[in-house]
C-alpha cells in the first residue's frame, strides 16, 4: 500500500518491486482522473534578469493532489505518466495551460514575460512533439520566442540525432532552449558544441556550496565564463541567500531563480508580484551592472 510519509507526501520506498509496480498503477489510475476532470495544477517560479532586477520569465511546474489529499512529487508524477502512456497528454495539458496563462499576463500589460516548461525523456522523444508544440502553441495564440524548453542532459544524450533535429526545428521558430540541471549529470562537454542550446541551467547542487566552498565557487564562475563564451545564457537554480546572489551578479551570471527570490506559487500570486515590480532593485543597486 502506498504510505504516507510525513505530511501528505506518497512514497514507495519499502515496496517490493510488484507492489511499487501496482501502485505506479492506480497512480497512473487516478492521473487518468486527475487529467479529465480537473485536479492538476501548476506553479510558476519567476527568474530574475540580473541587469533589470526584474521578473523576466517563470517555470512551470506541475502540481498534483489526489483527491484524497496526497500531495504527489512531480518527480513521481512524471514517473507515473511516462509508465502509463498519459506523458502525452500531461505535458500537453501543462504546455497549454502555462502558454494560456501567460497570454493572460501579456494582456495584464506584463509583455516581455516569458514561460519556462519542461520536457520529460518520453515526452521528447514522442515523434509529433514538434507538431505538438507548434499546435498548443497556436491554438493559445502564443508566440514562439516567449517560450523556452527545458531539457536535462541526460534526456539530450539518449538521442543525439533526434535532439539536435528537434531542437534545431523549435529554435527556427523562436522558442528558446534551455538545459536544465546542467552539471548534474555524467554526460560530457562534447556535445555543447554540437546541440543548440540558449541557455545553461547551473544545477543547484553547485548553488548550495556557492560561495562558501571554493571548489563549488569555482565552478559555477567557469560555467558561467563558458557559457558566455559559447553565446550562451546562464540562470543559476536553487538561489536561497543573499550572498549567492552577491557571487552570482558579481560572476556575470545572467538571471536567478530560487526561494530567496520567491518559491514556485499560483499564478495570481505570480500577478501580484508583477504588480508590485517585486524583483532584486534593491541588489541590483549595490552591484551597478549595466547592459554589456
Ligand atoms: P527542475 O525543472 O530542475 O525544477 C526546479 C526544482 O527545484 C523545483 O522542484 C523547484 O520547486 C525546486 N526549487 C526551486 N528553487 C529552489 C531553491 O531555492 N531551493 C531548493 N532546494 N529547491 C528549489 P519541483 O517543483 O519539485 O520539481 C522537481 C522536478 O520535477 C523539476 O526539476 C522537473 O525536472 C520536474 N518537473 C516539474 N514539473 C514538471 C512538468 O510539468 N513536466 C516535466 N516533464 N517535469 C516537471
Ligand atoms: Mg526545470
Ligand atoms: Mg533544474
Ligand atoms: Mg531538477
Not at 7 to 30: H, I, K, N, V
Not at 57 to 70: C, F, N, S, Y
Not at 272 to 282: E, I, Y
Request: net charge negative; with cysteine; hydrophobic share 45%.
Amino acid at each position: 500500500r502506498a504510505k504516507l510519509e510525513g505530511p501528505g507526501t506518497l512514497c514507495y520506498e519499502d515496496a517490493s518491486s510488484g507492489e511499487a509496480e501496482l501502485q505506479r498503477f492506480r497512480l497512473g489510475f487516478a492521473l487518468r482522473d486527475a487529467l479529465a476532470r480537473g485536479g492538476l495544477h501548476v506553479h510558476y517560479q519567476p527568474q530574475v534578469d540580473l541587469v533589470s532586477g526584474k521578473i523576466c520569465a517563470v517555470e512551470a511546474l506541475v502540481r498534483w493532489t489526489t483527491a484524497d489529499g496526497v500531495e504527489v512529487s512531480p518527480a513521481m508524477l512524471i514517473a507515473a505518466a511516462e509508465e502509463c502512456g498519459l506523458i502525452g497528454e500531461l505535458g500537453d495539458w501543462v504546455l497549454r495551460t502555462a502558454c494560456s496563462q501567460l497570454v493572460r499576463w501579456h494582456q495584464l500589460g506584463f509583455a516581455g514575460l516569458r514561460v519556462a516548461v519542461n520536457l520529460s525523456a518520453r515526452q521528447f522523444s514522442m515523434p509529433s512533439l514538434v507538431t505538438d508544440i507548434m499546435r498548443t502553441l497556436d491554438e493559445v495564440g502564443l508566440e514562439p520566442r516567449f517560450l523556452d524548453l527545458e531539457l536535462t542532459e541526460s534526456v539530450l544524450m539518449r538521442d543525439m540525432e533526434h535532439a539536435i533535429e528537434c531542437l534545431s526545428v523549435l529554435r527556427r521558430q523562436g522558442v528558446r532552449i534551455c538545459l536544465d540541471d546542467f552539471g548534474a549529470g555524467y554526460s560530457s562537454l562534447a556535445y555543447l558544441q554540437v546541440l543548440p542550446i540558449d541557455v545553461l541551467k547551473v544545477d543547484r547542487s553547485f548553488m548550495a556550496r556557492v560561495p562558501e566552498a571554493a571548489n563549488a565557487a569555482a565552478i559555477v564562475d567557469a560555467i558561467i565564463t563558458m557559457a558566455h563564451s559559447l553565446g550562451m545564457r546562464v540562470i543559476a537554480e536553487g538561489v536561497e541567500r543573499e550572498v549567492q546572489c552577491d557571487f552570482l551578479s558579481r560572476h556575470m551570471c545572467d538571471e536567478v531563480q530560487g526561494y530567496y527570490v520567491c518559491k514556485p506559487v499560483p499564478a495570481e500570486a505570480v500577478t501580484s508580484l508583477l504588480r508590485d515590480g517585486v524583483g532584486l532593485q534593491d541588489h541590483l543597486l549595490r552591484f551597478n551592472r549595466r547592459e554589456p
